[in-house]
């Protein structure tokens, strides 16, 4: 199985750091599909935000709708995380 290098969360500094923060700060803890974009700070911050504008910004679903249609595309796809 192919293993993905990632800045382990005492190692981050600067920009990463701040991310693997607000990380932290909105979930209380950094999950595995955010520390896999540790390489590249950058876009760990743009996919949260394109994740906070889906699930929290407006929209004609309810929050429950979103989750729930987050949660059954992830089934349909096999998602194991």
Not at 15 to 21: N, V
Not at 28 to 52: E, Q, T
Request: with cysteine.
């Amino acid at each position: 199985m192919p293993r993905i290098q990632q800045i382990k969360f005492g190692e981050a500094t600067g920009f990463l750091k701040k991310q693997f923060d607000d990380a932290i700060k909105r979930a209380g803890r950094v999950w595995n599909i955010v520390h896999i974009m540790s390489l590249n700070p950058r876009a760990m911050k743009a996919s949260m935000d394109f994740y906070s504008a889906i699930m929290f910004g407006s929209s004609p679903l309810s929050r429950v709708q979103r989750e729930m249609l987050a949660t059954v595309t992830s089934v349909t796809l096999d998602c194991k995380y």
